[in-house]
């Protein structure tokens, strides 16, 4: 546990001393601030249209589709700048375990995707001094966007493992988050049940709606710790196969 | 037992075979040298002992345990020091080393003596509080030396550790080398033959991934002097002289002046020649006024050994 902490504590001084994420920071609230404003407008202007609706899973919506994008370039120096550095050995010679490594690189990924979602609690914060009072619904919200981003950060991390060029993470990371996400165009085109069933499960796009409705369904959740524990495992298969 | 052993040690990579069938032990409490050309596998050979990379075949062992079974005692007892020095050049020097103390030590106060230990005995008290990114070459390498000894590791691998320094750090470098021969056992590679002559009890070339030799360094110094020529300056008939020499190895009248004559002869026999030689000039009535043999070098036998490969 000592040790976990130590390497999260390590990376996180580390994270937050590169000028790389207020500068996503910077990108994302302005562009969440601007979107929020848009919504709220248009939604005071149509009257008869929900909060949740005209706001809120938007919102939701768009911060999850930004995070496919922020997760990958906040998680692409992970490993592989570790590895191009070849401090990922003086890790590998300390006593500590791959699954140390790899726990104490989530939990701070997660730190700083925390950090980036603290940045958008002004909007909330706004509904409900305009009267909005349905709490449960932003919660559950806050729920399928976290689950989410520790999916797309356990993938992410799973990219910056398989090679020493940062740049080649961050892009294997997006491109890869968005094929995920291509299922459920795949799922809608289909003609064939089944098919478009299976697609539409396999989708990471799929996942989150529900939870900006207020609803939290075993169905969704199943599908995130498999999405998780299927790329952590290759996470520590990537980071084993020095041994092969 | 054998502080670090290789033992019928093969890497393989696509197309390429690093090493091959390679043999190594190391007694406990002796500094190692570990010679050969560029690209003769010393770093694989390292690398495989202190457990980065997986070996094809055979085993390694440190401090009797094999290295891959007991992944987690060699982390405890072995200090590498890789020929890049693993480094994050975003944290100070002092932080870093007390990070890579904590993850040794459970209790903060003995972490903390030992990077104060490190730092006084590498020289590194004046950039405690510097960047590593900001240091130059010769600073990156102590702390990456106070790195691999934070923990006081019975056993240390270090690659190359003098390699980019400056004279003054190269002196200060052998010095730490030298004084950790109490209670460690220290394998390091140079291409400074000097430098190795100088701190090294044993040596082991290697070259194409393949041992060409190793053996205590006096023994191997006693082993290529005695193929060295002798320089005897005697008085004696030119036949008598072949008859009391024959048998020895060829030789060769290299000056005369009146009647004493210079002999370079090179023995045909790998042994103490010096005393029978001796005798069986006397014997043979010739009159021996000085013999002397030339000193051998690190340098001299590691380019013999080269050429013979």
């Known amino acids: 546990m000592n040790a976990i902490f130590l390497l999260y504590a390590r990376e996180i001084k580390s994270r937050f001393t590169s000028p790389m994420i207020y500068i996503l920071a910077a990108i994302f609230s302005g562009m969440l601030g601007y979107l929020f404003f848009s919504l709220f407008l248009e939604a005071n202007r149509l009257q008869n249209i929900s909060i949740e609706s005209a706001v809120i899973r938007p919102l939701f919506g768009n911060i999850n589709a930004l995070l496919i994008f922020i997760i990958p370039l906040l998680s692409m120096k992970s490993f592989s700048e570790e590895k191009r550095q070849a401090t990922i050995n003086l890790l590998f010679l300390s006593p500590l375990s791959d699954r140390q490594i790899v726990t104490a690189k989530i939990l701070s990924g997660a730190v700083v995707m925390v950090f980036f979602l603290t940045l958008t609690f002004i909007f909330p914060l706004i509904l409900f001094m305009s009267g909005y009072q349905n709490t449960a619904s932003i919660l559950s919200g806050y729920i399928g966007v976290f689950l989410h981003g520790i999916c797309c950060l356990v993938f992410s991390q799973f990219c910056s493992s398989l090679t020493k060029n940062t740049a080649l993470a961050g892009i294997l990371g997006i491109f890869g988050l968005l094929f995920f996400m291509s299922f459920s165009w795949t799922a809608q085109t289909s003609q064939n049940f089944l098919v478009s069933q299976i697609f539409d499960y396999l989708s990471l796009g799929s996942h989150y709606e529900p939870f900006s409705r207020g609803t939290i369904r075993s169905y969704d959740l199943v599908y995130y710790m498999s999405f998780f524990s299927f790329f952590w495992f290759l996470l520590m298969a990537s980071l084993d196969s020095r041994n092969w | ?309």
Request: aromatic share 8%; glycine share 8%; with cysteine.
């Open chain 2, 1 to 309: 037992m054998d502080a670090i052993v290789a033992d019928n040690l093969t890497k393989t990579y696509p197309g390429k075979t690093a090493l091959k069938n390679f043999n190594l032990s190391i007694s406990p409490n002796t500094i190692h040298g570990f010679l050969g050309p560029n690209g003769a596998g010393k770093s694989t050979t390292m690398n495989i002992l202190s457990g980065l990379i997986k070996q094809t075949e055979g085993k390694a062992y440190i401090m009797g345990k094999e290295t891959l079974e007991n992944s987690f005692f060699v982390r405890r007892n072995l200090g590498f020091l890789p020929e890049i020095p693993p480094l994050y050049g975003d944290m100070t020097v002092k932080d870093f080393l007390l990070f890579r103390a904590r993850l040794y030590f459970t209790s903060k106060p003995k972490a903390k003596g030992q990077v104060d230990k490190a730092l006084e005995k590498m020289n590194l008290k004046e950039v405690e509080r510097r960047l590593i990114d900001h240091l130059s070459k010769g600073f990156k390498q102590r702390v990456g030396m106070a790195s691999a000894l934070i923990f006081d590791p019975p056993v240390l691998i270090l690659d190359e550790p003098a390699v980019g320094l400056d004279p003054k750090s190269i002196v200060e470098i052998r010095k730490l080398i030298s004084d950790l021969r109490e209670g460690h056992t220290v394998m390091f590679s140079s291409h400074h033959l000097g430098e190795v002559e100088q701190l090294c009890d044993e040596i082991t070339v290697i070259r194409d991934g393949r041992l060409v030799l190793s053996d205590s360094y006096g023994r191997v110094k006693k082993r290529f002097a005695q193929k060295k020529p002798f320089e005897i300056l005697v008085k004696g008939e030119d036949q008598v002289l072949a008859k009391a020499l024959d048998g020895y190895g060829d030789y060769r009248i290299v000056r005369q002046e009146d009647q004493k004559k210079t002999i370079v002869i090179s023995p045909s026999q790998e042994e103490e020649l010096a005393p029978r030689l001796c005798r069986r000039l006397v014997e043979n009535g010739v009159d021996i006024f000085e013999m002397k043999r030339g000193e051998t070098d690190l340098e001299e036998i590691f380019i013999d050994l080269m050429e013979k490969q």
